[in-house]
Nanobody, 120 residues
Framework: VQLQASGGGLVQPGGSLRLSCAAS????????MGWYRQAPGKQRELVADISTGGLTNYADSVKGRFAISRLNAKNTIYLQMNSLKPEDTAGYYC???????????????WGQGTEVTVSS
C-alpha cells in the first residue's frame, strides 16, 4: 500500500491550502484515512480523519478552519485548510488503515509527508 501526498507549500497567515493524499496498491479493503502533522521538536498529532462512511474527527485546534473530505472511488482524501496560522506550520502526513487480504489484519500505512509553512 502506497500513499502519495501533495499540496503543501508556503502561504501567508490567513491564507488557504488544499492537501491531497491517494492510496494505491494491492488492498482488500480500506478503512479510516487521516491527516497528521508534526512540527519540529513536537510529537506527531492527529489533524483530522474520516471514515469510509464520511464520519469526521478534528483536532480542537483546527475545528472551523480545516475540512477533510474523501473520494472513496479513488481512495483519496483531501484537507482544505483555511485561515492558516503560523502555528499550523508542520510536516503533514497522511495515514490509512488497510487490509491487504481478506483475512489479514487492518494495518496502518503512512505517506511521505508534505511541508506546510505559514509565514509572512
Amino acid at each position: 500500500v502506497q500513499l502519495q501526498a501533495s499540496g503543501g507549500g508556503l502561504v501567508q497567515p490567513g491564507g488557504s491550502l488544499r492537501l491531497s493524499c491517494a492510496a494505491s496498491g494491492s488492498m482488500f479493503s480500506i478503512g479510516v484515512m487521516g491527516w497528521y502533522r508534526q512540527a519540529p521538536g513536537k510529537q506527531r498529532e492527529l489533524v483530522a480523519d474520516i471514515s469510509t462512511g464520511g464520519l469526521t474527527n478534528y483536532a480542537d485546534s483546527v475545528k472551523g478552519r480545516f475540512a477533510i473530505s474523501r473520494l472513496n472511488a479513488k481512495n483519496t482524501i483531501y484537507l482544505q485548510m483555511n485561515s492558516l496560522k503560523p502555528e499550523d506550520t508542520a510536516g503533514y502526513y497522511c495515514k490509512t488503515e488497510a487490509r491487504r487480504f481478506r483475512f489479514s489484519s487492518m494495518d496502518d500505512y503512512w505517506g511521505q509527508g508534505t511541508e506546510v509553512t505559514v509565514s509572512s
